[in-house]
Every structure is written in C-alpha cells, then in structure tokens.
C-alpha cells in the first residue's frame, strides 16, 4: 500500500475522532494511559492537548520526553497510532485562540494562566491498522503498518 494513502488514512480516521487514550511513561517504568481530546492534528503531524502543570502525565513529558497518542475508530474498525517525541509548552497565543468556557472546569484561571499548558507530540511513528480499509499487513493482520519519518518525508517500515 502506497505511503500517501496510508498517511490520508490515518489523517481521514484522527480527524473523525473526538478523544484518544493518551499513554506516558511512568517513574516505574510502568505505561500511564488516559483519555484526552486533542486538538485537531497540524500539517506536520503534530498534536496538542491542553493540560494543566499538575497532571502526571507532564512530569511523564517532561521526565521521558516521549507520548503515545492512541485513536480507536469503531465504526472503520481501525486504529491509529502516533509516537514521538513530546514536551510541555506554554503557546499563549494558541491557548487564547482554542479557549472554550468549558476549559476553565479544568483550568479555572484561564488561558492566561502559566499552569494552563499544552502536551505537544511531534509524530516519529505513525502504526495503522484497518478491516474496513483493509491495511491488515502480514502475518494474518495481526501486525500494523508502520511508517516512520525520515529526513525526506515518510517512509514505510517493515516492522
């Protein structure tokens, strides 16, 4: 299956998708999944979560500089993987122009608020698998595709 298409995909199924299970390294070694709602994915293959300083998956961040972002598509009965490297970032700017009333439940001094950050992922690694779009790689569609990001763009990988 042709690279593009793998990669409109991937995009097609996210962008359908409200939540995904965010996963982060803990102190222990142990993984730390939860439900987020990330914002909708850049061009780049970048995601960002508004979170808040006193969660635990920023001292994750912060500490591994790594996050998995999970996306379950039941209807396309798909998923969709994004790996990479992850920070905490303070983009005031972004913060103000996504600010809904909800947001304050969570974050109740405002966009403003230096505590109100985001957990940015730069994808590394993009895994898909689908039924429905049939992308179910050998053996037996137990193995997802895999592509990686090089110098150059996207490619695909074996494994």
Same mark, same amino acid.
């Given at each position: 299956?042709?690279?593009?298409?793998?990669?409109? %995909?991937?995009?097609?199924?996210?962008? /359908?998708?409200?939540?995904?299970?965010? #996963?982060?390294?803990?102190?222990?070694? /142990?993984?730390?999944? *939860?439900?987020?709602?990330?914002? +909708?994915?850049?061009? =780049?293959?970048?995601?960002? %979560?508004?979170?808040?300083?006193?969660?635990?998956?920023?001292?994750?961040?912060? *500490? @591994?500089?790594?996050?998995?972002?999970?996306?379950?598509?039941?209807?396309?009965? @798909?998923?969709?993987?994004? &790996?990479?490297?992850?920070?905490?970032? /303070?983009?005031?700017?972004?913060?103000?122009?996504?600010?809904?009333? $909800?947001? #304050?439940?969570?974050? +109740? $001094?405002? +966009? =403003?608020?230096?505590?109100?950050?985001?957990?940015? %992922?730069?994808?590394?690694?993009?895994?898909?698998?689908?039924? &429905?779009? /049939?992308?179910? +790689?050998?053996?037996?569609?137990? @193995?997802?595709?895999?592509? %990686? *990001?090089?110098?150059?763009?996207?490619?695909? @990988?074996?494994?």
């Amino acid at each position: 299956m042709e690279t593009d298409r793998l990669l409109t %995909l991937a995009r097609k199924l996210i962008g /359908e998708l409200t939540f995904c299970v965010a #996963a982060t390294q803990g102190e222990e070694g /142990e993984t730390n999944a *939860r439900i987020v709602q990330p914002l +909708p994915i850049d061009d =780049d293959w970048t995601v960002n %979560l508004l979170t808040n300083r006193r969660c635990r998956k920023v001292r994750e961040i912060e *500490r @591994s500089g790594r996050m998995t972002l999970i996306y379950q598509h039941d209807a396309d009965k @798909s998923y969709v993987t994004l &790996v990479g490297r992850a920070s905490i970032v /303070e983009d005031l700017e972004l913060k103000r122009s996504i600010w809904k009333p $909800a947001h #304050a439940r969570w974050n +109740p $001094a405002g +966009p =403003d608020d230096p505590a109100t950050v985001f957990a940015r %992922l730069v994808t590394e690694r993009i895994e898909l698998w689908s039924a &429905v779009h /049939e992308v179910i +790689p050998e053996p037996q569609g137990y @193995s997802a595709a895999v592509l %990686l *990001r090089d110098g150059r763009g996207w490619r695909q @990988s074996a494994t």
